[in-house]
């Protein structure tokens, strides 16, 4: 029997018609080679496919199975992992297979913040003025196969995205020149420490404001935090959407005329170490200029979470640390003292989204700054006030100091700092990571007596007699006053203020020399007695 020309004609563009509408399966960017799974955990691994496929993840003995739903999305879960340093390959089976190779077991935690997480171990044409000290030994000494970092590029979006750009990097002097120089130092000690693989997570944004990194119906559902929403909605209503492509295109030129300065300053650099960059640093991320689209405006709510959140979500992840603060929109009677509440309203969102209760989250606290305001005491404190949180925790850095530079260059101790704390609560290993922490404090004979928790071998005063402490009386007038360590408590007093009613420690933007520690080295954070 002979079928008409045109049959086979329509019976081919069929074929092509139904082999086009079976999609191939695809997983988001932050499942690649190299990659760490955490350790102990379920372990989710999602992606797309045809709906209705059959998806089998095959990993260490572990077949995982799902099926694609009416929106061709899937999620697989493999269970209770334990911690390997043998690469090994994870597979995704539907109609494709992909095939992910060195896959390591561990540890994971996500690092987010602004630019002191973003910024880089070394000088990169992408941060050619970053770098942490002693960056030429560091570099060469970071050799550490078992350390892997994932870098997601910089993303904004008013919608959460399903994806972003990047791939897991091993540790090597090569490799870590562009890992956040934070993340790498927390996770060097931390492998250091449990001698288990240590994966870094990182989405960090330059001078993104906390309430950019927390998604829409957290922001909405909030009765403090839905008028900054309104705001930016109403700023997105009254921009023009059909110049957003333009406005695309020419931001992208101009991000390219800054890259290849950059680039210029960069190369100059390397041959004298001593050259002056031509170029401003940037503060703002994105750097190139451009109409203020305000969706591509990191100071606005959800951007950030829609843009380099939401993809990563919810790979298995330890905890988070966090390194951010320089920018709070609203100034100090606004900004600042909302702040706490925009970190508690982010902190708890970011534990729903991961499915624990739990999830630790330590922050850094701002180190001394001599110019602008974002680094001042009522800043820390409002930073401070994270630690009313179950499974929190804040590294101290107000003794790491540079008077004009709001990106200091010891990340190391950071780095460090945060790892203690991991150690202690995540990791339940009951060491001391605090410095002497404010507890009370009396007025009696003319002097405070103040007492604090973490003594942590004795309270000592590094190089000579205890600096920045003042005091007041009831005028609320401070001045300048002598400490004295006794014991467990230091003993405040000024011959100008007979009867003492409270004291601050470290209570300025940038207190040169502040030297109050335990002995096991941790500073003591700044502190107020008349915090109301």
């Known amino acids: 029997m ?13 074929f092509l018609s139904f082999a086009a509408s079976i999609a191939e399966v695809t997983l988001p960017h932050v499942f690649s080679d190299h990659m760490v799974l955490q350790q102990g955990a379920d372990v989710p691994v999602w992606g797309s496919a045809s709906p209705g496929e059959k998806i089998t993840v095959g990993f260490a003995g ?74 030429a030994e560091e570099v060469k000494n970071a050799n550490y196969p078992q350390i892997r970092m994932f870098t997601g590029q910089w993303a904004k979006s008013a919608t959460p995205q399903a994806d972003i750009e990047g791939q897991w990097k091993v ?80 931001r992208a030129a101009a991000q ?56 990563v979500v919810p790979y298995a992840i330890k905890g988070v640390i966090w390194y951010q603060g320089e920018s709070i929109a609203g100034g100090v009677q606004g900004g600042v003292a909302l702040y706490p509440h925009v970190m508690a309203t982010l902190v708890g969102d970011w534990r729903k989204l991961w499915k624990n209760d739990n999830l630790p989250f330590y922050v850094v606290q701002l180190a001394a700054l001599g110019s602008g305001n974002s680094n001042s005491p009522e800043v820390r404190e409002a930073q401070a006030a994270i630690l009313e949180l179950p499974h929190t925790g804040m590294a101290c850095s107000i003794d790491i100091a540079d008077a004009t530079n709001v990106h200091p260059k ?23 990571c605090y410095g002497p922490t404010y507890q009370s404090m009396e007025a009696k004979d003319g002097k405070i007596v103040l007492h604090f928790s973490h003594l942590g071998g004795g309270l000592t005063a590094k190089g000579g007699d205890l600096q920045w402490f003042t005091i007041a009386g009831a ?58």
């Open 171 to 250: 540790c090597t002097p090569e490799n870590s020149r562009e890992f956040s120089a934070v993340g790498y130092f927390f996770a060097r000690e931390l492998f250091k420490s449990l001698k288990v693989p240590v994966g870094i997570i990182t989405e960090t944004f330059g001078a993104s404001t906390a309430e950019s990194w927390i998604r829409r119906e957290a922001l909405a559902a909030d009765p403090k935090l839905k008028p900054m929403l309104d705001a930016f909605d109403a700023k997105m209503a009254a921009f023009p959407a059909d110049s957003r492509a333009t406005l695309k295109q020419s």
């Open 410 to 432: 010891d990340k190391q101790d950071v780095g460090y700092r945060l790892m203690c704390i991991a150690l202690n609560d995540a990791y339940g290993q009951n060491i001391e």
């Open 2 to 14: 002979k079928f008409p020309r045109y049959f086979a004609f329509v019976v081919t563009g069929w």
């Open 256 to 311: 390219a005329r800054l890259e290849d300065a950059e680039k210029q300053d960069y190369a100059a650099w390397r041959a004298n170490p001593d050259v002056s960059p031509n170029t401003p640093q940037p503060t703002g991320g994105g750097r190139a200029a451009g109409p203020a689209d305000p969706e591509q405006d990191q100071h606005n709510p959800t951007v950030m979470f829609g843009g380099m959140i939401a993809p």
């Open 475 to 532: 005028d609320g007038k401070f001045v300048p006053a002598q400490a004295v360590i006794d014991k467990d408590t230091v003993v405040v007093s000024s011959p100008d203020v007979t009867a003492p009613a409270n004291a601050r420690y470290a209570w300025d933007k940038y207190p040169l020399g502040v030297n109050f520690y335990n002995g096991y080295g941790f500073p003591a954070p700044p502190f107020r007695t008349d915090k109301k």
């Open 62 to 135: 572990q077949n995982a199975t799902a099926t694609a739903d009416a929106d061709g999305k899937w999620s697989a879960k493999l269970v209770s992992l334990k911690a390997s340093v043998e690469g090994r390959e994870l597979t995704v089976t539907g109609t494709n297979t992909i095939s992910f190779k060195d896959v390591l077991v561990g540890e994971v935690w996500l690092a987010s913040g602004q630019s002191n997480m973003d910024f880089t171990l070394a000088r990169t044409p992408k941060y050619y003025f970053a770098g942490a000290a002693n960056e």
